[in-house]
């Protein structure tokens, strides 16, 4: 009889019931939600035509600039492009890394974004513009940095792990990582899931004061979520001050944590941008308060449908990685001596990595040279940014913020129903009373 694979208990599934049975413990890992769920992919942009009036590729102007921060900042970030690279920490990535990524964000007039773990000043050297995050752990907390950042991010959650804290294995608490987050060095941490001086989004008001006072109203204050409730978070959000949200769906890359936290809570991002845009459209806030998604951005096509369900700008988290040079074939003799191969490697929690990004052991983030991933970064920043602008000149816009979401339908009846566009071919949005 022919061999017949269980779709309940299929080979990974077994493989994993043998490992934990095996180890007593549940699997940590790096990168995003790796099954298939609802996401860009499964939207498609209306390009012009008769009744639209495309714009051509060599003459037309079509602009990418965003300012973020305009609701109160003295200061706000005006940025060339609007994709910013997200905050990773220095701990979970080495200090040569979080410096190619202000590299790469710097040359092409955009920013990048400290981590949990607190600012190097490599990372604040090649960054022309950084935002600094405020982490429920507090680690690398120093009020300084708060001074020398251009905005200040309050993480309340992470894509991957709404309502859950950080882990950083031993192997990857050096000396300089532990005296930064004053921890010893070589032991497990955990970070916390939620900050220790406020209990609600009361709290979160005062602290917002307070960070405005620290830094003279100049700083933009941005606010994070992980997407899980998401109207109500940014409404509260909206409420405490925030100058920016930055939502982050379940795809959303991150460093380590456990595997059944990130194939199983929070919402994709594609309704969490929805949702995300009714609540501030709801408070009259929409592009008052800016908009910040994040979570599985690949593509310009990723960036353009975004921007046209209501984001102001898009991060990138794991791409950026990539980008650098994250799991390249170059390496796959050495990816095989730690038992994985290109295009695999999901192991950041273990500081292994051949390529010196997400390490702390010296040798190995000697091998990445910061001035090459930075250009590496750089290139792949304007292919999205050209990618991007192709498809907001082929629906006729002059400015890709000018994309909507009456430039796109929808594959599946699923991606019609959380975008709330309509499924292709059809004037029907499920939900909403004949497709009004
Ligand atoms: C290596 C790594 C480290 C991260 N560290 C942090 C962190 O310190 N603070 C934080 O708010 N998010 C952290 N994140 C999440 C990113 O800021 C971002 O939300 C996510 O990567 C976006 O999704 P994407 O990776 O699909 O682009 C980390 C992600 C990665 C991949």
Not at 116 to 136: C, F, N
Not at 234 to 251: E, H, P, S, T
Request: aromatic letters at 6%; charged letters at 25%.
């Amino acid at each position: 009889m022919a061999l017949r694979e269980s779709a309940l208990f299929n080979r990974d599934v077994i493989a994993e019931i043998q490992r934990a049975a095996r180890e007593g413990v549940y699997d940590i890992r790096g990168f995003g939600a790796k099954r298939r769920l609802p996401h860009f992919d499964d939207l498609l942009l209306l390009g012009a035509s008769m009744s639209r009036y495309p714009l051509e590729g060599y003459r037309e102007r079509c602009d990418t600039d965003v300012v973020l921060g305009t609701r109160h900042a003295k200061r706000p970030l005006h940025l060339d492009i609007p994709i910013t690279i997200a905050g990773m920490s220095f701990g979970a990535l080495s200090a040569t890394a979080k410096e190619a990524l202000g590299r790469g964000a710097s040359a092409m007039g955009t920013s990048t974004t400290t981590g949990d773990g607190g600012m190097t000043p490599e990372e604040r050297a090649a960054s022309k513009t950084l935002v600094y995050q405020l982490l429920p752990s507090r680690y690398g907390m120093n009020p300084d940095d708060l001074r020398r950042a251009d905005a200040i991010e309050i993480v309340v959650g992470q894509g991957a792990k709404p309502g859950g804290g950080g882990i950083l294995l031993g192997q990857k608490i050096s000396d300089r990582v532990a005296e930064m987050r004053d921890l010893p060095p070589g032991i497990d941490q955990r970070s916390a899931c939620r900050h220790p001086d406020w209990t609600g989004p009361d709290d979160l008001e005062i602290k917002i004061e307070e960070l405005r006072e620290i830094t003279d109203w100049e700083k933009p204050i941005f606010i994070k979520i992980g997407a899980s409730r998401t109207y109500y978070d940014v409404a509260l959000a909206v409420k405490a001050g925030a100058d920016v949200i930055v939502l982050d769906g379940m795809q959303g890359g991150t460093a380590a944590t456990q595997e059944v936290f990130i194939e199983h809570v929070g919402i994709p991002t594609l309704p969490a941008v929805r949702l995300a845009v009714d609540a501030l459209q709801e408070l009259g806030m929409h592009r008052r308060v800016q908009l910040v998604v994040s979570g599985g951005i690949r593509t310009g096509a990723d960036v353009a449908k975004a921007l046209a369900l209501g984001a102001d700008a898009v991060s990138i988290g794991v791409a950026a990685l990539i980008a650098l040079g994250d799991n390249s074939p170059a390496f796959a003799e050495e990816y095989a001596r730690i038992g994985t191969a290109p295009g695999y490697y999901d192991d950041w929690h273990a500081g292994e990595d051949p390529v010196g990004i997400s390490t702390q052991d010296d040798d190995l983030a000697d091998r990445f040279d910061p001035e090459l991933g930075g250009r590496r970064l750089a290139n792949y920043l304007r292919t999205l940014v050209l990618e991007t602008q192709t498809l907001a000149r082929a629906c006729g816009k002059s400015h890709v913020q000018n994309l909507e979401p009456e430039d796109l339908v929808a594959l599946t009846v699923e991606a019609a129903a959380m975008a709330r566009v309509p499924l292709a071919g059809t004037s029907w949005i499920p939900g909403v009373a004949d497709g009004a």
